[in-house]
């Protein structure tokens, strides 16, 4: 798949609908969309200029900011540090931010469901060199990004095995390099835009969604009408591409030169 530029003519609607939009809504995925994805989750961080656009787009009346991620809601918040936008924790089963307050009740229900997953998984892969189980509040997740190539399909089965324990109470999403284990709820990243979409108080706003993983392409396809954009020149279900985050931020910093003028 090729990725284009947001300036270039390929994009030529889109910037058309902006600039007609009486209102933004704009949904962003973090690593891999607004910050590049390092081996390690602690050592990720929001460039300060990317910062300042986000506070930007936020301090806008007619302008609603929502990051949907599958980070915990405290690690977001404390990695992006940006008021006045929504932030959407662990795939947006927790919702906080401009009056808005949510818990995925079902997700809530089995939280010791996850944690005795979590204990299970970590005695299952502890002697997989570069697997680190990560234990959230509502969900957890299996990183192999460290970890020997020829290792797994072997943790792959693990994990499998372990999760299937749990029956119809939980599932196994793929990410980058990482098996995310979630609450069976039905409740998604696509939902949890669609949620905050309509309990906002920004009221017909032009719809935005960006991302990168096989969690924002859920998204992709829940969200019919929106923008989509598929962040990394994978095969996509979303209308556009852009490379990675650094035309991410040249989308974002275009939206705010534009809605400025």
């Known amino acids: 798949m090729t990725c284009t530029s947001f300036l270039s003519a390929d994009f030529a609607a889109v910037h058309q609908q902006i600039a007609k939009a009486r209102a933004l809504v704009l949904f962003l995925d973090f690593d891999g969309t607004l910050a590049p994805i390092r081996d390690y989750a602690d050592e990720v961080e929001l460039a300060p200029e990317v910062r300042a656009t986000l506070t930007s787009l936020a301090q806008r009346a007619d302008t609603l900011v929502a990051l949907v991620s599958g980070r915990e809601m405290w690690d977001l918040r404390r990695r992006v540090g940006v008021p006045g936008i929504v932030y959407g924790g662990e795939h947006g089963m927790e919702i906080r931010g401009r009056g808005l307050q949510f818990i995925e009740p079902r997700a809530l229900a089995r939280r010791g469901v996850i944690k005795l997953l979590a ?143």
């Open 119 to 261: 204990r299970e998984l970590n005695a299952s892969l502890r002697d997989m060199h570069g697997v680190f189980v990560e234990e959230k509040h509502l969900t957890l997740a299996v990183h192999y990004r460290m970890a020997r190539r020829d290792d797994i399909p072997e943790i792959r089965d693990r994990v499998r095995s372990v999760v299937g324990m749990a029956g119809e109470q939980a599932e196994i999403r793929p990410g980058k390099m990482i098996w995310e284990v979630l609450p069976h709820t039905g409740w998604r990243k696509g939902a949890a835009a669609e949620w905050i979409y309509k309990t906002s108080d920004v009221r017909e706003g032009l719809p935005i969604y960006a991302g990168d993983d096989e969690a924002d392409e859920d998204a992709f396809r829940w969200l019919k009408g929106w923008i989509t954009i598929r962040v990394g020149c994978d095969e996509t279900c979303a209308q556009y591409s852009l490379a990675g985050p650094a035309e991410v931020h040249q989308f974002l910093d275009w939206l705010v030169q534009n809605r400025t003028q």
